[in-house]
C-alpha cells in the first residue's frame, strides 16, 4: 500500500534554476494538496486541487505553479528557485473531496535547499 | 481567518510523566478540529479527531476534547513512552465559504521523551 509517493526525497538548486516536485497517490482520493514546512510556521498551504481538473491558490502560492496531471498525479513547479524557498515539502491527498472533517494522508516529504 | 494556536515547546518530560499540549482556535461557524503527529523523518500521520462541540477523539492512548465555550483542543495522554517523541501539530478544517476543507495547521509542538 503506497499510499502517498513524492520524488525527489532531497534536491539542491541554485538560485535561478527550476524543478518540479512530483506526487502520485494510489488512493483514488478525489483532493490533492501541497504544504511547506518551516520551522515554527507549521504548514502552510501552498495549492490545492479540489478534484482532478482544478487547482486553486493556498496561502502561499507565490513562485509556485501545479498541475493536476490527472486524478493520481499532482505536481508542483518552482519556474525561478529562490532561498526563501528552501523548505520541506508534502504532498497531501484527502478522499472527501472537501467535507469539514477533512483527513490527510501525506508522502514522506521532500527536503529543497536554494544556494 | 482561521487560525490555530499551539503551545511553545519544545516539551521534554520522562517516561510515564503526564502529557498535556494546549492548542486554541479562531475559526467562524464550526470547524474540525485534529491532532497529526509526525515522527522523525516521515511525514504528517493523523492521531486524532473531533467533528462537533464536546466530541472527545482517541488513539493510542491521546485524547482531546472538542470545547466550543473556550474555542481548544488540548492533547493529553497519561503515561507517555519513548515512542511518542515527534512533532505533534494541532488543526482544523472549515467546511465553509472559500475555506472549505483546507486544513490551517498551529506551528508544532516538538515532544521528547526521555527514558
Known amino acids: 500500500n503506497a499510499g502517498v509517493t513524492q520524488t525527489p526525497k532531497f534536491q539542491v538548486l541554485k538560485t535561478g534554476q527550476s524543478m518540479t516536485l512530483q506526487c502520485a497517490q494510489d488512493?483514488?482520493?478525489?483532493?490533492m494538496y501541497w504544504y511547506r514546512q518551516d520551522p515554527g510556521m507549521g504548514l502552510r498551504l501552498i495549492y490545492y486541487s479540489a478534484s482532478e481538473g482544478t487547482t486553486d491558490k493556498g496561502e502561499v502560492p507565490n513562485g509556485y505553479n501545479v498541475s493536476r496531471l490527472n486524478k493520481r498525479e499532482f505536481s508542483l513547479r518552482l519556474e525561478s528557485a529562490a532561498p526563501s524557498q528552501t523548505s520541506v515539502y508534502f504532498c497531501?491527498?484527502?478522499?472527501?473531496?472537501?467535507?469539514?472533517?477533512?483527513?490527510?494522508?501525506f508522502g514522506a516529504g521532500s527536503r529543497l535547499t536554494v544556494l | 481567518g482561521n487560525s490555530v494556536t499551539q503551545m511553545e515547546g519544545p516539551v521534554t518530560l520522562s517516561e510515564e510523566a503526564f502529557l498535556t499540549i494546549n492548542c486554541t482556535y479562531t475559526a467562524t461557524g464550526y470547524p474540525s478540529l485534529f491532532w497529526y503527529v509526525q515522527y522523525p523523518g516521515e511525514g504528517l500521520q493523523l492521531l486524532l479527531k473531533a467533528t462537533k462541540a464536546d466530541d472527545k477523539g482517541s488513539n493510542k492512548g491521546f485524547e482531546a476534547t472538542y470545547r466550543k465555550e473556550t474555542t481548544s483542543f488540548h492533547l493529553e495522554k497519561g503515561s507517555v513512552q519513548v515512542s511518542d517523541s515527534a512533532v505533534y501539530f494541532c488543526?482544523?478544517?472549515?467546511?465553509?465559504?472559500?475555506?472549505?476543507?483546507?486544513?490551517?495547521f498551529g506551528q508544532g509542538t516538538i515532544l521528547t521523551v526521555h527514558p
Open positions: 497531501a491527498s484527502s478522499e472527501l473531496g472537501g467535507s469539514g472533517a477533512n483527513v490527510l494522508t
Open positions: 488512493m483514488n482520493h478525489n483532493s
Open positions: 488543526a482544523l478544517s472549515y467546511a465553509g465559504g472559500t475555506s472549505y476543507g483546507k486544513l490551517t
